[in-house]
Nanobody
Framework: QVQLVESGGGLVQAGGSLRLSCAAS????????MGWYRQAPGKQRELAAL???????TYADSVRGRFTISRDNAKNTVYLQMNSLKPEDTGVYYC??????????????WGQGTQVTVSS
């Protein structure tokens, strides 16, 4: 069992930046993928970015070039640096961590979520 605790959400104006953090605990030895999904009001949860233990990164087209995912394996923590934020980036951001190898697999371990609100 993996426990995930997020921090760093908040309210920011369009064009601003935020940095999300997510610390994993529990069965951390099994974790390969870590990353972030997000869910806008009335929409499905979608992948924003993920990173494998080996450092392979995947981004949604909508965030590529603006968001940067990184990971500190020694601290079992994943970060999401979000720059040039847009109102459409608003939503709840959920951290995940699991042992899947495919970037297409839907996660099974989630954090509690952190709200990101971008005002226009």
């Amino acid at each position: 069992q993996v426990q995930l605790v997020e921090s760093g959400g908040g309210l920011v104006q369009a064009g601003g930046s935020l940095r999300l953090s997510c610390a994993a605990s529990g069965s951390i030895f099994s974790i390969n993928r870590m990353g972030w999904y997000r869910q806008a009001p009335g929409k499905q949860r979608e992948l924003a970015a993920l990173i494998t233990k080996g450092g392979i990164k995947t981004y949604a087209d909508s965030v590529r070039g603006r968001f940067t995912i990184s990971r500190d394996n020694a601290k079992n923590t994943v970060y999401l640096q979000m720059n040039s934020l847009k109102p459409e980036d608003t939503g709840v951001y959920y951290c995940f961590g699991d042992d899947y190898s495919s970037i297409y697999s839907y996660p099974h371990s989630w954090g509690q979520g952190t709200q990101v609100t971008v005002s226009s």
